[in-house]
């Protein structure tokens, strides 16, 4: 969702020969820039400056200065060079997803007060907007926007204006605000001072030397330092080139907790690849090689010491319930079958945004595993509150250090595939299922429902997977090829079965957000019970066809699945592994994979169908990292 970027730094020094604008609204807009991937149609900043010899939209010595423009970023780039803002101490810059009032540029932020002295952009939604607008309409505040964020700004202006400064108005303002919602505020009688507040919607803190940060998440600032404070809910924060000061919005002083990141700023660039997508896709193996990372003993014994969970709540747990969105769950989907099969324990996975409305049947045994890549979903973050609530325990698998899921919960089990720009997920996905497998060999080995060298094996086949998906990402150029000439197909059907069945969903999932096209993916056992009635004369159809060697004959229903759709024309595309000659007479193509443990296949299988995917949408033209009308991060509901 929206991007979000604050910068506190030192006064600056105005020389004809400086750049208009100068280093504060340099660092909004590069942050802007790497926030771009969270999806926007909007842009714009506020700068507040010395006012030089004229007096500002209020009068006094500063002005604050605001330009924004719908559409992306390079139209607000072009309208700051057209008309240059001076160099200033403080500045804030947004990217807007459109929720109240669609993407103009009256609608785009930041937003300023009646008196034009305040400048504030916000994340997420004002639930009570409609009531305290009608209040302030009446009290004849004029609105220039459809946003329900103006609001905020005409009550922050009138809090200031009766005698608060900067922080305490937040503070208040924000006691009446109902939903979720990240702000930033400047004002004209605060010229090196940025105020932000978050509830229920992500903001951290970067500590840099002689300047602070503020961002959405660590992209905004990861150029300029590593060094970070997490901010907790209900929480106000004021930065300074030299100070930061965070409390409740009761006003009492808080002790926010620091953290490094672990990724530096080249780690969110292409790197030579077109789309971050292609570079994203080509580090799965490094994602998945460090998901595995330090999680075992000098003996081989599974260890994780991250969790700081009571092995009693652990041990005691009888049901295991995945919520997730998205990607995210079919994660969940296929890690069920691994956990089921290790730990003997029932694995339900839900959509979070499902979950807390239908009354789930939650006991102090159970464990809900939330998985997500930002960390922010708040689908997820209301699903998480509301197991607390009823006496479950939580575990978060995220990647993003800092974020709202992983504090909120019980415990926390940490991914380490580093930034993931693209929209459309990827290597989150594969560390994700690498990270539910660990947490299943742990409950297996802290149950007693495997040996200690069986959770060494499986361990040892994890630890080979990164070999494995480098070998499916050399042997791509058959999947690219395929992509282009099917790259005018109305749709694309998907079929597979056991961990295959959530690969099939994944691969139709990537090939409708990237590509915009019908696409299915159905349990190749379903194909009779009505999906069939689907296939025609050309129809292209992905089938994942499970090893020779997996259990129950799998094997040879779906290469049955797979003749039955050809026999009636399709053009079948049959994923299948190194030697299995079988698929031959069912397939129009083969694309091979390693030969892998049936419980692995999902992190090989999935590759050729995100570069498939990928291949696709780029040969239509379309952008492939950032695909319309989705956003990185959902942080509403």
Known sequence: MCGIVGYAGPRPTVRPSDPAGGEALAVVLEGLRRLEYRGYDSAGVAVVAEADGHDGPGGGAHALHVTKRAGRLARLVEALEAEPVPDAAAAIGHTRWATHGGPTDANAHPHTS?????????????ENYAALKAELLEQGVPFTSQTDTEVVAHLL?????????????????????EGAFTLLAVHVDAPGTVVGARRNSPLVVGLGDGANYLGSDVAAFIGRTRDALELGQDQVVTITA????????DGAPVTPRAFTVDWDAAAAEKGGYQWYMDKEIHEQPKAVADTLLGRTDASGALVLDELRMDTAVLRRTDKIIVIACGTAAYAGHVAKYAIEHWCRIPVEVELAHEFRYRDPVLTERTLVV???????????????????????KVLAICNTQGATIPRESDAAL?????????????????????????????????????????VRTVLGQLHGMPDAVQTVLDR???????????????SVLFLGRHVGFPVALEGALKLKELAYLHAEGFAAGELKHGPIALVEEGQPVFVIVPSPDSRDSLHAKVVSNAQEVRARGARTIVIAEDGDDAVLGSADLVVRVPRVPTLMAPLVTVVPLQVFAMEVASAKGLDV?????????????
């Open 625 to 637: 990292d950032q695909p319309r009308n989705l956003a990185k991060s959902v942080t509403v509901e």
């Open 114 to 126: 009646a008196d034009g002295r305040l400048a504030v952009i916000h994340n997420g939604i004002i």
């Open 157 to 177: 202006g009138r809090a200031v204006a009766a005698g608060a400064d900067l922080t305490t108005a937040m503070r208040e303002v924000c006691r009446d605000l």
């Open 370 to 392: 939330a998985i997500s890549q930002s960390g922010e979903t708040m689908d997820v973050v209301m699903a998480i509150r509301h197991a607390r609530e009823q006496g479950a």
């Open 414 to 454: 940490y991914t380490h595939a580093g930034p993931e720009v693209a929209v459309a997920s990827t290597k989150a996905f594969l560390a994700q299922i690498t990270a539910c497998y660990l947490l299943g060999l742990y409950l297996a080995q802290l149950r007693g429902n495997m040996f200690a060298d069986e």
């Open 242 to 249: 030299t100070s930061v000061e965070v409390t409740g919005f």
């Open 476 to 490: 791509s150029e058959e999947v690219r090829k395929l992509a282009h000439e099917l790259a005018d197909s109305k």
